[in-house]
Antibody
Framework: EVQLVETGGGLIQPGGSLRLSCAAS????????MSWVRQAPGKGLEWVSVIYSGGSTYYADSVKGRFTISRDNSKNTLYLQMNSLRAEDTAVYYC??????????????WGKGTTVTVSS | SYVLTQPPSVSVAPGKTARITCGGNNIGSKSVHWYQQKPGQAPVLVIY???DRPSGIPERFSGSNSGNTATLTISRVEAGDEADYYCQVWDSSSDVVFGGGTKLTVL
């Protein structure tokens, strides 16, 4: 069964760091495009970052320079290292498998999400 | 950056047809994808490449895209369709872009 399970969320003080993990099963992370998408309380979906199968990485302007996406092929796991956290980073963070083809990208498998709360 | 505009809410009676729009500059030249999100749950892909349905998604869900508007159409609406719906495109300058979401209420 194709599945994504996020872990690593929690309560963190402003300025702190946190690393989210997303363990995949049923498919290979390194052969796919993988994204992080977040949703602040009561708000819509916001794309955060993507790592292409070839290793290229891209970020939303709101997190550029603070967040880093990576993967561990041996563990078939996706990560999001979040530094210099701000209150506005408070959200549920989802990882999702993406499909990039013919100048279109969509996400066909999503995890259940992990909650990050940035507060003092 | 590219902007997608959705109505905040749409209401429809059971058995009727719901249409949720997604506006963007020349969006007809892009591929539009739609996600359904029920309260407390992760998003689920319901339409990709404007009008294709993933396996397991009922035929009642369909999509179209032309000009400056893409539309998600849900026929014979059921109570279980009540959810938030998001459109999404990939833009070479903005990467992944989501619309603000539309709350579908089944009366």
């Amino acid at each position: 069964e194709v599945q994504l399970v996020e872990t690593g969320g929690g309560l963190i003080q402003p300025g702190g760091s946190l690393r989210l993990s997303c363990a995949a099963s049923g498919f290979t992370v390194s052969s796919n495009y993988m994204s992080w998408v977040r949703q602040a309380p009561g708000k819509g979906l916001e794309w955060v970052s993507v790592i292409y199968s070839g290793g290229s990485t891209y970020y939303a302007d709101s997190v550029k320079g603070r967040f880093t996406i990576s993967r561990d092929n041996s563990k078939n796991t996706l990560y999001l290292q979040m530094n210099s956290l701000r209150a506005e980073d408070t959200a549920v963070y989802y990882c999702a498998r993406g499909v990039l083809f013919a100048r279109a990208y969509y996400m066909d498998v999503w995890g259940k999400g992990t909650t990050v709360t940035v507060s003092s | 950056s590219y902007v997608l505009t959705q109505p905040p809410s749409v209401s429809v009676a059971p058995g009727k047809t719901a249409r949720i729009t997604c506006g963007g500059n020349n969006i007809g030249s892009k591929s539009v994808h739609w996600y359904q999100q029920k309260p407390g749950q992760a998003p689920v892909l319901v339409i990709y490449y404007d009008s294709d349905r993933p396996s397991g998604i009922p035929e009642r869900f369909s999509g179209s895209n032309s000009g400056n508007t893409a539309t998600l159409t849900i026929s014979r609406v059921e109570a279980g369709d009540e959810a938030d719906y998001y459109c999404q495109v990939w833009d070479s300058s903005s990467d992944v872009v989501f619309g603000g979401g539309t709350k579908l209420t089944v009366l």
